[in-house]
C-alpha cells in the first residue's frame, strides 16, 4: 500500500536546487556512489549538501510510524541504508527498550554515526541481509535499494520480504511523467534504477513484495 510518511518531512527548496544543479561526470558519479564524506558533508552540488541531525526531519514521521505499525517497546526494527542511524535514534527516543538495529555500506556514516546508536549500526548491504528471516516487526528502508542495478533492486525486495515478519516500507525513485524523470535523473545522481511507477508496482507484485512503500520525488 502507498503510504505517505514523508508529508510530514518539512518542505524544501530541493526543486529549485535541483533544476540549477550541474551535470556530474560519470567518472565524478562513481566516486560518490561509493558514499563517503563528500556525498553526505561535502558540497550541495554532489550530494546533501550537509547530513546533519535535526528532530524535526524524522520525529514526527517516525512517531507515526509507529502508531500506524502499532509498534512497542519490544519491537524489533531494521533501518537497510541507515546512514548516520537518525531514523533509528528517534524509535529508540520514543520506544527506549525497542530493539533497533541499522545496515549501511558507508564507513563514513557508520563512523560518524549518531553517538546514541552507532553501536546497533553495521556495515553491509541491503542485497543480502546479515539477519534471520522473519526476525524484525518493522522494516524500513528509505531512498536506498533504487542505488543499486536492476538485479540488485530484486534481490534487496525479496531480502526485506525474507527479515520482516510482516510490516515492512520502502521509498524508491519512481516517476509518473518525463518531467519527473529529468528531474529525479539530475537530481539523484547516486541512483542506478529510476523507474515509472508502474514499473515499480510490476517488479513488486513479481518478487512479493507486498509491504508499504511510496515514491521519492522532486
Not at 19 to 27: D, E, F, H, T, Y
Not at 74 to 80: A, C, P, Q, T, V
Request: proline share 3%.
Amino acid at each position: 500500500m502507498k503510504k505517505n510518511f514523508w508529508r510530514l518531512y518539512p518542505k524544501s527548496k530541493r526543486l529549485t536546487q535541483t533544476i540549477s544543479r550541474p551535470k556530474i561526470s560519470i567518472k565524478e558519479k562513481k566516486r560518490l556512489q561509493k558514499f563517503g564524506k563528500d556525498y553526505f558533508d561535502g558540497n550541495r552540488d554532489q550530494g546533501y549538501g550537509g547530513y546533519n541531525y535535526n528532530p524535526k526531519f524524522f520525529r514526527n514521521i517516525v512517531r507515526e510510524m509507529i502508531k500506524f505499525y502499532k509498534l512497542n517497546n519490544e519491537s524489533k526494527i531494521l533501518d537497510i541504508g541507515c546512514a548516520k542511524g537518525f531514523m533509528l535514534y528517534e524509535f529508540k527516543k520514543l520506544l527506549p527498550k525497542c530493539e533497533i538495529s541499522g545496515l549501511d555500506i558507508s564507513k563514513y556514516c557508520l563512523k560518524n554515526a549518531k553517538p546514541e546508536v552507532k553501536k546497533y549500526l553495521r556495515y553491509g548491504t541491503c542485497s543480502k541481509l546479515p539477519y534471520n528471516d522473519k526476525y524484525f516487526d518493522l522494516v524500513i528502508s528509505i531512498s536506498t535499494i533504487h542505488n543499486l542495478n536492476y538485479f540488485g533492486v530484486k534481490k534487496s525486495l525479496r531480502e526485506i520480504i525474507r527479515v520482516s515478519k510482516k510490516n515492512s516500507f520502502i521509498k524508491v525513485n519512481g516517476y509518473k511523467t518525463p518531467k519527473q524523470k529529468k528531474l529525479l535523473d539530475n537530481w539523484n545522481i547516486v541512483a542506478k534504477t529510476i523507474l515509472h511507477q508502474s514499473k515499480w508496482l510490476k517488479l513488486f507484485k513479481e518478487v512479493g513484495y507486498k509491504g508499504d512503500y511510496d515514491w521519492f520525488n522532486v
